[in-house]
């Protein structure tokens, strides 16, 4: 079996960041995701789409992510269902994310230059739990020392390897 969603759109509203009791950040947003064809009056129709992240992710999420931004999901869909005050039985399907990497670089000019983040927790649960870890694309600043920079980070110089150092 697999559940697996990707989607590429834009933020109609800044993101909403919550605590649970616990004291587990979730956020919450929606994207809108174009649709591959046009109406019959020639317009362009989206989707919109609920996410939700949990962690670390959600709160770096609410933190870079802003309304209009254009963003890539990876995840999950999920459905739930509750009882409303009227006692009518409400389904809810939403994408949770464990994956979230910014397309744009911000636009109030204190961006990341262009170079994108990227986000991503693995989820163990339908809850949104499991263990975090996070991959940011830069430097962080840093560049007195090559300790701290990625030995892998692509600075377009070629990469020397000899054949002896090849394994096939």
Known sequence: MLN???LI???TKDPELRYTPAGVA???FTLAVDRPFTSQGGEREADFIPVVTWRQ???TCANYLRK???TA???RIQVRNYE???GKRVYVTEVIADNVRFLESNRDGGGSGGSSREESSNNSNNSGGGNNRSNYNSNNGNNNSRDNQDPFSDDGKPIDISDDDLPF
């Open 26 to 28: 979730v956020t919450q």
């Open 4 to 6: 697996r969603v990707i």
């Open 57 to 59: 992710l959600a709160e």
């Open 68 to 70: 209009g931004r254009l």
């Open 9 to 11: 759109g834009r933020l």
């Open 73 to 75: 999901v990876e995840g």
């Open 84 to 86: 409303n005050n009227e």
